[in-house]
């Protein structure tokens, strides 16, 4: 299988601190990997790597073979960070129809009705999203991410304050994606949602890669397993 | 084409922005409309010397104001880390640039034309018998304010202090497109011939391609990290 995403001997420094150090990384297409480890420890500093949005000093950073800020790269990655991403003073949408035109997609009227319909904010869709609930922005956001359906997701905590329908939603669409073929990387701290979805995955800590590979049904069975075996924290006093 | 569409969006959105919240227009508007009142009470109104000193007092109004709106430009982006979410974006990084410039081009020009309005009524100018070559002086004027204010609001936009540091930092770049500009508006002012002239429609020619190909070149650069 081909490898959507690779980071080779990568180091981030902020100042003299290493945020990531030496961390080595490969992600195949279609597969889904979650980052995990606690506060800290450099999930979302790697993410924003391979989203583009962080310069690193040391190592290398390809998505399909193309450095991270290249346009191929970004066309085919959807970034859904901390922040939802979306104008508060425009409608459901203009700013559907907004990212949709950035994208370049066709037809920007039909693709952003239906993803309103999709995420269930086609009732309201011409209020202004300052109007809108925490539950309504987040599934605006998800629809933001997705619309121009990525072939790669970097999701960071993306299930954090997230309400039920949310999480339902973004469930069902990691799902879809990865029956397309997208390859997916989310950080989170909900290990029970991670490992359900997940793939494969990578545990952070200080900054290094203490653990990547498979998820297996050990992790299923016992969320905490992977601290307790790979981290220091984990160690047994 | 990519570039110039995606700009074009980029721009649309803040426009509508702004028709929406009215910040940076009511704020540059009425700032520009206080200044030349307050001019007026300094500078005898229908005077003769009026094209000699109009020029200058239209455009110190114009990059003054002109600051407010700049400002407002990435600062928009950043509630709900939207510049994030746009740099991570097939979007370009130039393409959000020179968005934000027409977006400030289009929004200066208002303040422009309230502010010619007004100046007009203290010191009895009749515009339109001159509009034709103003309207070309102050295009082209306006597009080099504009792209500049776009690319060093790119790299305020994380500063504290950015409300300070944005002025400080383009006003001495824009002096070249400033002098061109007053001159030329003096000229119109006084009813002589631009064509007399051309040397400083070059200069305003050049800056803007100059700003324009630095500010599409820089942008990734500036933008990221």
Known sequence: MNRAIELNQVWKFYGDYAALRDCTLAVQQGSCCALLGRNGAGKTTLLRILAGLTTFQRGGVTLFGEKPRAEKARR???????????????????????????????NLRALTDSWLERVGLARVATMPVRQYSRGMRQRLALARTFIHSPK??????????????????????????????????????????ALAIASHVALVENGKLRYT????????????????????????? | MNLLRQSVAVARKDLAIEIRTKESLNAAGSFAIVILLIF?????????????????????????????VFNRGFARELPNECLDTLLASPLSAAALV????????????AVELVSLLVFGIFY??????????????FALATWGVSILGAVFGALTVNLRLRELMLPVIIYPLMIPVLIAAIELTNTVLNHRPV?????????????????????WVLADTILVN
């Open chain 1, 76 to 106: 085919e990655s959807g970034f859904l960070g901390h922040g939802i991403g979306v104008y508060e003073d425009l409608s459901a949408r203009e700013n559907l129809h907004f990212f949709a035109s950035i994208t370049g997609n066709t």
């Open chain 1, 152 to 193: 790669i997701l970097l999701l960071d905590e993306p299930f954090t304050s997230l309400d039920d329908r949310a999480i339902a939603m973004l469930s069902e669409l990691l799902t879809e994606a990865r029956q397309r073929g997208a390859t997916i990387v989310l950080s989170t701290h909900q290990l029970r949602e």
């Open chain 1, 213 to 237: 590979g498979e998820r297996t049904q050990e992790m299923l069975d016992d969320p905490a397993l992977l601290y307790r075996l790979h981290t220091e924290l984990g160690t047994p006093q």
């Open chain 2, 40 to 68: 007026s009470f300094a500078f005898e109104s229908f005077s003769d010397e009026m094209g000699e000193f109009g020029g200058g007092l239209l455009w110190l109004v114009f990059v003054f104001a002109g600051a407010l």
């Open chain 2, 98 to 109: 020179i968005g934000k410039a027409f977006a400030n081009f289009a929004m200066l020009l």
């Open chain 2, 124 to 137: 009895g100018v009749d515009w339109l018998s001159v509009a034709g070559w103003l309207g070309l002086v």
């Open chain 2, 195 to 215: 064509s007399g002239q051309m040397e400083w429609i070059r200069v305003l020619v050049v800056s803007d391609i100059v700003f324009t190909v630095l500010a």
